[in-house]
């Protein structure tokens, strides 16, 4: 089945200091979403891309979907202690219908 | 608050057993799904329904089985619980029958299996 490889998997970082996260696929996507799991919580979903090159900005969160529809990333600027969680990629392409997700990558923020 | 609910928030049983996990989807929403999540895992993709049918299928077990019910309730079935079966089960709801489109999580369901 489709797969989606997110990296890395673990990510520490000083209060301030940016942070990215990557999701790649060697099929191309029909959408990309993204999602965040705070520590004993729920996926909340954050954005949907669907156009090649598409890029999406909320606050301090840049989203971007690549060109070729096979990659996507996620970049926070200067984190904050709220931003601590799990981040998810959750993809689609045509023959499947599900949306598949990412392993994830768990963010801590140190303060 | 996402408006999906499941029950039972915890679940502790033993091997061999079967447990039945309930979820409501957002009032308006047809689609429901399901997803695993182990320990320091991802979401593993279990099943889908939208409107009372099975759309989408993916790596459930033999032993795990679901159905929506006319009021769009869903009911994820387990049974002959092993170890490995402990996790967290979240249930998801849209609107519309596709893979696009923002999925609202329930709090989810912790299984323990001893």
């Known amino acids: 089945g489709q797969q989606v490889m997110q990296i890395p998997q673990y990510q520490h970082v000083q209060e301030g200091e940016d942070f990215t996260t990557y999701c790649n696929s060697s099929?191309?996507?029909?959408?990309i979403q993204w999602y965040k799991q705070r520590p004993g919580g729920h996926p909340v979903f954050l954005i949907q891309l669907v156009k090649s090159g598409e890029v999406k900005k909320q606050k301090r969160l840049t989203f971007q979907f690549g060109e070729a529809k096979k990659n996507s990333s996620l970049h926070i600027t200067a984190t904050q202690t709220t931003d601590v969680g799990t981040y998810f990629c959750a993809a689609s392409s045509g023959s499947a219908r599900q949306l598949t997700f990412g392993s994830g990558t768990q963010l801590t923020v140190l303060p | 608050d996402s408006g999906v609910t499941q029950t039972p928030k915890h679940l502790i049983t033993a091997t061999g057993q079967r447990v039945t996990l309930r979820c409501s989807p957002r009032?308006?929403?047809?689609?429901v799904y399901w997803y695993q999540q182990s320990l320091d895992q991802g979401l593993q993709f279990l099943i889908q329904?939208?409107?009372?049918?099975?759309?989408a299928k993916g790596n459930i077990l033999e032993r795990f089985s679901a159905q929506q019910f006319p009021d769009l309730h869903s009911e994820l079935n387990l049974s002959s619980l092993e170890l490995g079966d402990s996790a967290l089960y979240f249930c998801?709801?849209?609107?519309?029958?596709?893979?696009?489109?923002?999925?609202?999580f329930g709090e989810g369901s912790r299984l323990t299996v001893l």
């Open positions: 329904y939208y409107n009372g049918e099975e759309r």
């Open positions: 998801a709801s849209s609107v519309r029958d596709s893979d696009t489109g923002e999925l609202f």
């Open positions: 009032s308006g929403d047809l689609s």
């Open positions: 099929t191309t996507l029909s959408n």
